[in-house]
């Protein structure tokens, strides 16, 4: 301290012993402060892009098949889409004349909402069943079924995407589809979500198989440990790895607010104030289950916080979900995400 006071002329060094001893409290303070839930990306609360969703929707060799091209030309690359189960290619849409059956599911909505800002053409396919079928023999199988989509929308629809990088997102059922389809369509790279993939089953993995990038929710343990077994089995193959985890944060009122569009803060306080009076969260604000395990609607409706003809159940258990961190779609990471596509857009499959 002497020689920290030292370079300080006299009539200056109260002010300065005060400052300094401040600052240590203020540092002390802010140490022993519990710290904030791991709700990760800087981007969480930001407005969804301002690009409009306006999906193409038509139907080929059985499939619901959505599209869009971006408002930037020429596109910069274009992106194939796998949903999971349950989730279809309308929800990473908002209706529209074109698609009013869209619904526009928020994590979905925002996915494509940022592939189109960056100039992604974006091509969604919905599985014929609630889930994807990895039958891999015969012509008419679901992997032969979109790998001809995929082909005919890139060179017949749309001529001017051929030549462009290709890259393909798939999360859990869509994820291990994805993880089949890239060994037969040609792919820049590829994101494997909320799953490992089919890599167990394959024999071998080909040679020009496309980086994949595994994103995950390590609460999910035995997934976790699966993922890090098909990352060997690949790094083994010579192909490039990556991997995002996903942590679970805390549920607020804004946060729920600023990712569902049609959600008005009222409600979401409302919904917030239900989760913590019912113990569906703990102290803090972390739930105990899953927004698909607990009964957060019926306990809305009784305390009437629900707007009259509320439609937007799926849309706050997708995000209850994602802050449970164990299985779902998340847009949270886009940042990373489309980092991955575009440090692998010169792959050569």
């Not at 020429?74 to 889409?81: D, E, K, S």
């Amino acid at each position: 301290m002497d020689a920290f006071l030292a370079g300080i002329p006299k009539f200056r060094r109260p002010a300065a012993l005060i400052a300094s001893c401040c600052a240590l409290v203020l540092l002390a303070t802010l140490l022993l402060l519990p710290r904030s839930p791991p709700s990760a990306a800087p981007d969480q609360l930001a407005s969804t892009s301002a690009v409009r969703l306006d999906a193409t929707i038509e139907r080929r060799s059985g499939n619901e098949v959505l599209w869009q091209l971006p408002p930037t030309t020429p596109p910069r690359a274009a992106v194939f889409v796998a949903p999971g189960c349950t989730i279809r290619a309308t929800d990473f849409f908002d209706a529209s004349p074109r698609c009013p059956r869209c619904t526009g599911l928020p994590e979905e909505r925002r996915f494509t909402a940022e592939a189109l800002r960056r100039g992604y053409a974006v091509l969604a396919v919905s599985s014929r069943a609630e889930c994807w079928s990895l039958d891999a023999a015969g012509d008419g199988t679901e992997l032969a079924a979109v790998e001809s989509i995929v082909n005919w929308w890139v060179n017949e629809k749309h001529p001017h995407l051929a030549g462009l990088p290709l890259v393909g997102i798939g999360a859990s059922s869509g994820g291990y589809f994805l993880s089949a389809l890239a060994a037969r369509v040609r792919l820049s790279s590829v994101v494997i979500m909320i799953a490992e993939g089919v890599f167990s089953a394959m024999e071998s993995i080909p040679s020009r198989y496309p980086p994949a990038l595994f994103v995950h929710m390590p609460k999910d343990d035995e997934r976790a440990r699966e993922v890090e077994s098909s990352m060997v089995k690949l790094r083994t193959s010579s192909i490039v790895v990556g991997e995002i985890r996903c942590e679970e944060f805390a549920v607020s009122a804004q946060f729920l607010a600023a990712r569902i569009p049609a959600l008005t803060r009222a409600v979401a306080d409302g919904l917030v104030n239900v989760l913590r009076r019912k113990g569906f969260v703990d102290e803090k604000g972390f739930l105990r289950k899953d927004g698909r395990s607990i009964p957060w609607k019926k306990a809305a409706e009784e305390a009437k916080v629900l707007p009259e003809g509320f439609r937007l159940e799926r849309h706050v258990t997708e995000e209850l979900n994602l802050a449970y961190a164990y299985h779902e779609f998340t847009s949270l990471k886009n940042g990373e995400i489309f980092d991955w596509f575009e440090s692998h857009m010169d792959h050569k499959s």
